[in-house]
């Protein structure tokens, strides 16, 4: 996810009220906020960086909050007399700092590839909504990696330095390979990786491509697709991983090599959620938590 620029962002205010009696309706909305990395203003309401993703975040909860029969309004704000944007980002970078020294404490005490498993999972919770990238999200990367015995970059068999904290570019709508690839890349290659979207990788100079068309980047190579081609290139061996990539490999290239029914499902939810009208953005990041989920239930 590309950080938001404090200069440049302006704000969603959602400020609703909910019948006194409805005090479980109260819970579930304070907790579906928390979810969505929203933060609550001293004064009233609750505010997210000005988002197509977190305008949605917001809209769904508006219906709820209209279901329960409460009041709500929805606003954009430009700026607040009492809070300039750099103190706002500091609340919002304060609140991801304790969710991360939270998970950074359970880390430490975490043994076997299943927790370590369960603290990728809720990292990335934690990071799609860290909108401001908190420092403390380096640290907790480093402290998992080194869980799992070492820098997921120094691992690779490419240079390291050369992949990482680099920005990767590949064709808008993404379907289940380039989700796919997306996950394995943050997962494995480069934790730090941004993701853009262009027809033309020369619109992104510094980037680098995966599963554009040409031979530019990491693509299909032969009869792999872009998941084998990265799984292959970086010398991941993982058996996890060789379970992910057939089934990635029959959904995308619909050959049944590998006879794995399993892509056709997760195919037809990235499919579905296309026709949602999701941007770019929220479709690859919700098919990374789709394999990441994928990754923790192979056994």
């Known amino acids: 996810m590309v950080a938001l620029q404090a200069s440049t962002c302006e704000w969603l205010l959602l400020v609703f009220s909910l019948?006194?009696?409805n005090g479980s309706g109260r819970v579930d909305m304070?907790?579906?906020?928390?979810?969505a990395g929203a933060l609550a203003l001293p004064t009233s309401g609750y505010l997210l960086p000005n988002t197509a993703e977190n305008l949605e975040r917001f809209e769904w909860l508006s219906a709820e909050i209209r279901k329960h029969k409460g009041q709500v309004s929805l606003a954009r704000v430009q700026s607040f007399e009492d809070m300039p944007h750099e103190?706002?980002?500091q609340l919002f970078v304060a609140e991801r700092n304790k969710e991360y020294s939270a998970l950074l404490?359970?880390?430490?005490?975490?043994?076997?590839?299943?927790?370590?498993?369960?603290?990728?999972?809720?990292?990335?919770?934690?990071?799609?909504?860290d909108f401001f990238?908190?420092?403390l999200k380096e640290k907790v990367e480093g402290a998992i990696a080194a869980m799992e015995g070492g820098n997921a970059a120094s691992r690779t068999r490419k240079g390291a330095k050369q992949y990482v904290n680099r920005v990767w570019i590949t064709r808008h709508r993404p379907g289940i390979d380039r989700c796919a690839s997306a996950w394995l890349i943050q997962r494995f290659i480069d934790p730090r990786a941004k993701f853009v979207f262009g027809k033309d990788a020369s619109q992104q100079p510094h980037s680098i491509p995966f599963d554009m068309y040409g031979d530019a980047g990491f693509g299909h190579r032969g009869d792999s697709c872009t998941f084998e081609t990265l799984c292959r290139e970086f010398s991941l061996r993982e058996r996890k991983l060789k379970e992910i990539a057939e089934i990635v490999h029959d959904a995308d290239l619909d050959d049944e090599k590998f006879q794995?029914?399993?892509?056709?499902?997760?195919d037809r939810i990235l499919k579905g959620w296309a026709k949602q009208q999701l941007s770019d953005e929220q479709l690859l990041r919700r098919g990374m938590e789709l394999f990441e989920g994928l990754y923790?239930?192979?056994q």
């Open 87 to 89: 103190r706002i980002v």
């Open 30 to 35: 304070w907790r579906k906020l928390r979810r």
């Open 260 to 266: 794995r029914p399993e892509g056709a499902g997760i």
């Open 296 to 298: 923790a239930g192979l």
């Open 105 to 129: 404490r359970q880390v430490r005490h975490m043994r076997g590839p299943r927790q370590i498993s369960t603290a990728r999972q809720k990292l990335l919770q934690i990071s799609t909504i």
């Open 133 to 135: 990238d908190s420092p």
């Open 19 to 21: 019948p006194s009696r």
